[in-house]
């Protein structure tokens, strides 16, 4: 039903023209007041927190079409930093919301002082879910200046910002925003691996070459197959990453995300060689899933935070508690 | 859509968890003095004993009727058994293959003389079957099957070379897969049949042991020369086996199994790195517990699947070649991070165990389907051919 909803939304105005305009920085304003209209931004939320209550799968399928469309819009941001305010009991975001730890933010004299790095549209936002050790507070965007200007790979804004506020909330952290945030973006993932493949079939069967298209050819259906398996792989390392998050279990959230992180680079690989020379070019919609699938890979604590993470508690677990470790993720 | 969907993974119930709990304890005692080396050999130990325990307890069958000697468990509580087992390094080789497909097949196929007489002492780990598919011409082409069956009254003569049978020397039965009718070239697959076969007392039957490159006896060529079999032993109906060994080799492929054979070697490779923090040992084992994880969680996605009578073999064969990736590909990974000459005789049990999987290794891509046939069906899946 959401699923519908969103879908249909996306298809309407996610289309070349906005990606185009959101490469030049330029923020989505209109769309963004669709999205914020169908309560998206609430969706992570239980009925009692003022959400829909929505289903692990659910709220996986709708993730996953932010990923199938590569909305261009900090969507999940909002949703993932929406859930750990409601549930720290602090206000909503009123906009557009960002998501981050930074540890060595500082509290001086009442107020927040330092430096986040990497915040997707950070310029734009309207408020910012942060953790700071064990506190999460909700800096408004009038906490902070743009400190230096970044970009995705996608070519959209990352901004550097610098935090000068003078704390009015805070409360504990509910969970780590890095797993919120990594788990987020393994839907995304997911489903921009989806689009890849759809259009990877569409491309090698009906590109033909040497008289027949080229998914005829063994060598090119291997390598969809290898496609269609990271694919697999990615969607459920998203469900296995969200269902480590709802019971905070770190070691799950660890295992999905890697697994998705690495997907995402092997699945846009084969994709973009199995277009040839039109899926390197900006002519052909690949790569709008490729840049977004090499921009989330390394998103919400890379691929070493994670796996030292994991691999620091396999090491302990020993050769004995290892395989019992495996079985809890 | 294009992907291919997996549904969500059956729920750890209570009773799932308990059974986990039980069956662990089961296989420490029974498995107390296996070593590390031996633990390596995997779908390749073969101990009637050990299958023997599996049936008393209750563990083989587990999803057959009662009637003939199963538990009417689930398949999500079948999972969890086979799953421990191969985790364990249990030697699985005297069961293995009757508890997967030969059993399933004779439910689906057999008559209830056959269901009878061979089900309760599968069940019971009594009875060992091997596969008699691929032949010295028919390899990933079952299709040009030569072995061939002519019926002479009551019985069936049978002539042919069967060839990679694992465990053919040690087994007491084979389900074989052969030609019974004209089977012209212009439909291969029409005309052929099952047979259950007496690996112990068929006159006509000769099996020559093959070593693989481990020096390992498993494999064998079995050749019948005149074979008499009764026909009371041909498996479904004469004719249709095209249908049944596909659905057997369905059976095959849908196991949970394809990803932990080398299982053994990452917890050698955990124990030989224990205490240290480098970010290499880290890093790179927190990666692999990542693919294992979420190849488990496809693994019982495929079970929630048979659970609910659906076809998962497009499912299945997605898990087998990204398991049979993953299995392959540990020993350079611990090649990697830890320097080690490997040798399977060795007193070292990481040098040892290296040694085996190595050794063993190439065949995880070839047996059950090769790579490449496997990439074949997702493509048809993916609808490119």
Request: glycine residues 10%; charged residues 20%; contains cysteine.
């Amino acid at each position: 039903m959401l699923a519908d909803m969103l879908h249909r939304l996306f298809e309407r105005h996610i289309d070349d023209a906005a990606h185009v305009r959101a490469r030049q920085g330029e923020w989505l304003g209109e769309i963004w007041a669709e999205v914020a209209e169908m309560g998206l931004p609430l969706a992570l939320l239980t009925e009692e927190q003022g959400g829909f209550g929505l289903t692990l799968a659910e709220v996986g399928e709708a993730f996953r079409l932010l990923g199938a469309h590569a909305v261009p819009l900090p969507v999940a941001e909002t949703m993932g930093a929406n859930r750990l305010l409601a549930k720290a009991g602090l206000a909503l975001a009123d906009g557009p919301a960002g998501l981050a730890r930074a540890d060595d933010v500082r509290t001086q004299a009442g107020r927040l002082v330092g430096q986040v790095a990497r915040v997707a549209w950070g310029e734009q936002l309207d408020c910012l879910a942060l953790g700071v050790g064990d506190t999460l507070y909700r800096v408004p965007r009038s906490g902070w200046t743009i400190a230096e200007t970044g970009h995705a790979l996608t070519f959209q804004p990352r901004p550097t910002i610098a935090i000068d506020w003078a704390i009015d909330n805070s409360a504990p952290l509910p969970h780590d925003p890095l797993a919120e945030g990594a788990t987020l973006r393994t839907f995304q993932i997911a489903g921009a691996l989806e689009s890849a493949l759809e259009l990877t079939l569409q491309h090698t069967s009906t590109r033909v070459q040497f008289g027949k298209p080229l998914s005829k050819n063994q060598a090119v259906q291997h390598e969809l197959a290898k496609l269609a398996g990271e694919l697999a792989c990615a969607t459920a390392a998203a469900d296995l990453a969200a269902e480590a998050l709802a019971r905070r279990d770190l070691l799950g959230v660890a295992a999905g995300s890697l697994r998705a992180r690495e997907a995402a680079g092997a699945g846009a690989a084969i994709a973009t060689q199995m277009h040839g020379a039109i899926g390197f070019t900006r002519e052909h919609r690949l790569h709008l899933f490729t840049t977004a699938l090499w921009t989330w890979r390394d998103e919400f604590g890379g691929q070493v935070h994670w796996a030292r993470l994991l691999g620091s508690a396999a090491l302990d677990a020993g050769a004995e508690g290892y395989w019992p470790m495996v079985t809890s993720l | 859509m294009s992907a291919i969907p997996f549904p969500a993974p059956p729920v750890d119930s209570d009773a799932v968890l308990a059974l986990r709990t039980e069956f662990r304890a089961f296989l420490d005692r029974e498995l107390k003095d296996r070593t590390p080396r031996q633990r390596s050999d995997n779908w390749y130990g073969f101990d009637r004993s050990f299958s023997r325990a599996m049936g008393q307890a209750g563990y083989l069958g587990m999803t057959w009727s009662k009637q003939y000697g199963g538990h009417e468990r689930s398949a999500y509580e079948r999972y969890v058994i086979v799953e421990e087992t191969l985790a364990a390094g249990a030697p699985v080789g005297a069961h293995w293959i009757a508890d997967r497909q030969s059993g399933p097949s004779i439910i689906k196929y057999g008559t209830e003389e056959q269901k009878a007489l061979f089900l309760p002492r599968i069940a019971a780990g009594e009875l060992a079957f091997c596969i008699g598919m691929s032949e010295p011409d028919s390899g990933s082409d079952l299709a040009a099957t030569r072995t061939r069956a002519i019926r002479d009254g009551d019985n069936y003569r049978i002539t042919g070379t069967k060839l990679w049978t694992s465990f053919a020397h040690e087994a007491d039965w084979v389900i074989l897969f052969c030609r019974t009718g004209s089977g012209g070239p212009a439909d291969r697959q029409a005309g052929t049949s099952q047979f259950l076969v007496d690996l112990k007392n068929t006159p006509g039957l000769t099996i020559r042991p093959i070593i693989d490159l481990a020096g390992q006896h498993h494999f064998n060529e079995m050749h019948f020369e005149d074979a008499i079999v009764p026909a009371n032993m041909l498996l479904g109906t004469e004719g249709q086996g095209w249908e049944q060994v596909m659905s057997e080799l369905a059976f095959e492929r849908s196991g949970p199994e394809r990803f932990l054979s080398s299982i053994e070697l990452l917890y050698q490779l955990i124990a030989v790195l224990q205490g240290q923090t480098s970010d290499a040992a880290q890093i790179t084992l927190g990666r692999v517990t990542a693919r294992l994880a979420v190849l488990r969680r496809l693994s019982r996605s495929v079970t929630a699947m048979l659970q609910d009578k659906q076809d998962a073999s497009l499912q299945a064969t997605i898990v087998k070649d990204v398991g049979a990736l993953f299995e392959q590909g540990l020993p350079d990974i611990a090649r990697e991070l830890f320097d080690c000459e490997p040798d399977p005789q060795s007193a070292s049990a990481y040098a040892s165990v290296l040694g085996n999987i190595v050794l063993n290794a190439p065949s995880w891509s070839l047996r059950g389907g090769t790579r490449e046939i496997l990439r074949g069906i997702i493509a048809r899946g993916l609808g490119t051919r």
